[in-house]
């Protein structure tokens, strides 16, 4: 009776295989039931009846969707990071059934993974490759084609530039944690092979982006790419074990036998080679956290085991955050490196949604408490170089829901915080800038409530270079605090041994108020000041009006243009101080006096160099009226920006103003620049959309013309062409001579002013007394002292600041870059300090195109190639210049 019932067990099976595809034979699916049924799979517990339904749906319906299913599955592939194994199961188990589904699948994936790769979407391209190595888990394709194909990416390891081979390395290594075992036991030789490929490639690997984050200390010179290879290897030395990754294929082993698969696949595909648009991939911030650094041994430091247990079992009457303390080295580095590509692809995926985006981090298939590897993760996307993917409210929002979702959160927020604070000297200022507006943020929605006590050791501290920059951050912090609540507000929550960071509450001064000269003597004009102040409250007078009422109060022309700028300035804010709205639409309605008054520049005479003094002295006039308030001086220039009352290169000249120039260790005047730089390059990009959309409708007319050309509205077509033409020659004429030149203005603006800049700081350091051996006093050495923390802050913002806007903006430099050196980077009159600097942010070639939001990568693609195609003369003039 057994061995009957034994011999009739493979039928009994097929019978139920039928009958799983029969309950879906008998109606019809519609697309959106197959959708939800794809992209729900895992939600719930059952996942092995999960995916039995979806297998049977699938092959149900396999003849008339084929295409859609398909396309469903691997629009989720490339987008659910958690759920990749879930769809290699599938796609094997119809495999099982419909024995060319496979060969389709993976033709389709290889295919989709050429075009991410084309497009540059790295994060698509990984998980693309992670879902054709889990493959083999399944055994629907041999682990040995799998490592050849493993072995095809990382032959560009070493293929210039720098950028592609990490790039690459990255793809490579974030597959490892789901193929690793299955490729050691089906095929080891090729896995040996590929294995020592990417080991020859960390020995002879240059990194030439490390030191941004730490300047100093242990991991210093470590990028994610270090860590992620150190992880690997923890992996190999463990056999291959990982426990965060989902496995529903070990439940269908009986469904799931090794099939035929050609070779093809692996032979067809061929990487797409390296192009000037490529933009490869962000490196997130190597922060080391929670798993500081071991110089020595080139990985993370670890708690064996057996240590583990023995502090286990002595903490067990201790405080619980100690426990947890050491519960985080319970979690296998492997296992970090799985949940660190989760993270990090969660935040990327779901930026649109952040309460789907909490949703996601808060259910990720983990066992133990990975709360400290998504707080690490979340603040390496912070303070990725050469600029986050997301604003900072974006990461705020993500960990304050957390921490009010889960009580785990705000302890290692603490302690992340903490760490971060501890090396605030060793970082760039970009990302203390970057860190100060998001802590302000976070504490924002806890009634600013934090562990400030635990910071006035800075106030006493002997590091007076290191103490000066803590007492920055922390006025950085209180500043962008400010922003969001009113003074009183804080002084009432913050310690009073800090009440002397907080800044004042914002105030305009109005130069020829008479409550500040009452008992001195006025400026000069303060009769024809008080007159114009009259007119514009009055609101009887246009613009026009207000302009020929100051010329005749200036009866004598005793005033200058500058003053007569300043003077309608400071009345016209003094009239809108109201609020921001008000600010704003009396300088839109009196534009055209302050236009008519820099315009009088040219008809008398002048030169294009008066009238950017003009625009400048009009900068200078708004930030003096609202001198105590950062936030306010950022608003209004914006708002001259907006308005075309100045220019992007104008606020460069702003920037390397004396007035300003001392102040370049505070955050607002790096936040004008980037509005500005951001807001002209936004500007361009619009320009391209336009150009593009025409030239499509313009394509779109010709091919009607020619398919039909004796249509009825032909004459109407061809007007709508000619039409189109003039208008696209238009806008490519307003591009190259105007948006673009100016671009290149900025730029050489800027990176000249730099240059200046750190120039004159070199020569003043090079002549200190000290350099020169005299004896100094004990108040001159004090004072001494303290100057040198002063310009060590000072060059250190500089410097860091340089490197921001060199790294960030290379790409739209790029075509200009050989120009650049020659005029103001040549090595015979340049500092070799400042020439390690540009060395530095060159090697950036590659890494990321900077676009203002609301474009996508795949947009900022396309648009580089119009800009590079427009400025490929100038780049061809540097070619010929250096031949």
């Not at 022309?557 to 009396?586: A, F, R, W």
């Amino acid at each position: 009776f057994f061995f009957g019932l034994f011999l009739c067990l493979p039928l009994i099976h097929t019978m139920k295989r039928k009958r799983e595809v029969d309950d879906f034979l008998g109606r019809d699916v519609d697309d959106s039931e197959l959708f939800e049924k794809i992209t729900r799979i895992g939600d719930t517990p059952n996942i092995n009846q999960q995916l039995t339904e979806l297998k049977a749906m699938l092959v149900a319906t396999l003849d008339s969707k084929k295409d859609y299913i398909l396309d469903t599955i691997f629009k989720c592939i490339t987008q659910l990071t958690v759920k990749t194994s879930l769809y290699s199961t599938v796609i094997a188990l119809v495999n099982s059934e419909e024995k060319g589904f496979g060969e389709d699948a993976l033709e389709e994936a290889t295919k989709l993974l050429g075009a991410t790769i084309r497009e540059c979407e790295w994060c698509s391209a990984a998980l693309l490759v992670r879902f054709i190595c889990d493959l083999a888990n399944t055994h629907m394709v041999p682990g040995e084609q799998i490592a050849l194909f493993l072995q095809k990416l990382a032959r560009e390891l070493s293929n210039p530039p720098i950028q592609r081979g990490e790039t690459y390395c990255y793809l490579v290594l974030a597959a490892l944690p789901w193929c690793g075992k299955v490729l050691s036991s089906e095929a080891p030789a090729s896995f040996k092979v590929l294995m020592e490929e990417i080991e020859n490639y960390f020995r002879r690997r240059k990194c030439a982006s490390c030191g941004w984050l730490y300047n100093a200390g242990p991991g210093c010179n470590v990028d994610v790419l270090d860590v992620m290879w150190s992880q690997v290897q923890s992996f190999r030395e463990s056999d291959f074990t990982v426990t965060s990754t989902l496995k529903p294929y070990s439940a269908f082993k009986d469904d799931l036998e090794p099939g035929p698969m050609s070779r093809r696949w692996v032979l067809d595909f061929q990487v797409p080679s390296h192009e000037d648009t490529f933009v490869y991939w962000d490196k997130p911030a190597a922060l080391h956290l929670f798993y500081p650094w071991d110089d020595e041994k080139g990985r993370q430091k670890d708690i064996s085991p057996e240590e583990l247990e023995e502090r286990g079992s002595q903490l067990k009457e201790e405080a619980a955050q100690m426990m947890h303390f050491f519960n985080r080295f319970r979690i296998r580095p492997v296992d970090r490196l799985v949940i660190m590509l989760y993270v990090t692809d969660t935040l990327y995926f779901w930026n649109t949604s952040r309460e789907d985006c909490v949703k996601k981090l808060r259910l990720l298939p983990i066992k133990g408490m990975p709360e400290h590897l998504v707080i690490e993760a979340v603040l390496s996307h912070l303070l990725m170089v050469p600029q986050a993917p997301f604003s900072h409210v974006y990461y705020a929002s993500i960990i304050t829901d957390l921490c009010k979702l889960d009580f785990k959160y705000p302890v290692v927020l603490a302690e992340a915080i903490e760490t971060l604070y501890d090396i605030v000297p060793r970082m760039d200022n970009e990302m203390v800038d970057r860190l100060s507006a998001f802590f302000a943020h976070v504490v924002s929605n806890f009634g600013y409530k934090w562990f400030w006590e635990d910071w006035t050791g800075v106030l006493e501290t002997d590091d007076i270079q290191g103490g000066t920059c803590k007492k920055l951050f922390i006025y950085e912090v209180f500043s962008a605090m400010l922003r969001m609540s009113y003074r009183e507000r804080l002084v009432d929550v913050i310690p009073a041994v800090f009440h002397k960071f907080i800044p004042e509450a914002p105030k305009h001064f109005f130069k020829w108020d008479a409550k500040r000269w009452r008992d001195k003597e006025p400026p000069k004009y303060k009769q024809v000041a008080e007159a114009v102040y009259t007119v514009i409250s009055s609101g009887q007078y246009e613009s026009e009006e207000v302009l020929l009422e100051l010329d005749r109060l200036d009866w004598n022309n005793e005033m200058t243009l500058p003053d007569k700028v300043e003077v309608l300035t400071h009345c016209i804010l003094v009239n809108g101080i109201e609020t921001i709205s008000h600010q704003y639409q009396m300088l839109e309605k009196l534009k055209p006096a302050l236009e008519g008054i820099i315009d009088s520049a040219e008809k008398g005479g002048g030169d294009q160099l008066v009238d950017m003094q003009l625009r400048l002295k009009l900068i200078q006039c708004c930030c003096a009226f609202w001198d105590n308030s950062p936030q306010h001086k950022v608003i209004v220039i914006n708002q001259l920006l907006t308005l075309r009352l100045i220019e992007p290169v104008n606020v460069i000249q702003w920037l390397f103003s004396p007035g300003v120039k001392s102040y370049w260790e505070r955050a607002y005047p790096w936040e004008v620049v980037r509005m500005a730089l951001e807001g002209l390059l936004s500007e361009i990009m619009d320009v391209f959309r336009q150009l593009r959309s025409l030239n499509r409708d313009r394509a779109k007319l010709q091919r009607e013309i020619t398919e039909d050309p004796e249509s009825f509205d032909v004459a109407d077509k061809e007007k709508i062409l000619k039409k189109s033409e003039r208008r696209s020659h238009n806008l490519e004429q307003m591009l190259r001579e105007d948006l673009v030149e100016h671009l290149k203005l900025v730029f050489f603006e800027l990176f000249k002013g730099f240059k200046d800049a750190l120039t004159n700081h070199y020569k003043r350091l090079d002549a200190n007394p000290e350099k020169r051996g005299e004896k100094l006093t004990r108040d001159q050495h004090v004072k001494m002292e303290r100057a040198k923390a002063k310009d060590y802050v000072w060059h250190k913002s500089a410097v860091s600041h340089f490197n921001e806007m060199g790294r960030k903006y290379l790409m739209w430099l790029s075509p200009w870059l050989g120009e650049l050196r020659r005029r103001f980077f040549a090595e015979d009159d340049t500092d070799p300090r400042i020439l390690a600097i540009v060395e530095g942010w060159t090697a950036m070639a590659c890494r990321r195109w900077c676009v203002s939001k609301g474009f996508s990568q795949v947009q900022a693609n396309v648009y580089l190639r119009y800009f590079l195609e427009m400025t490929k003369d100038d780049m061809d003039d540097d070619d010929d210049d250096d031949r």
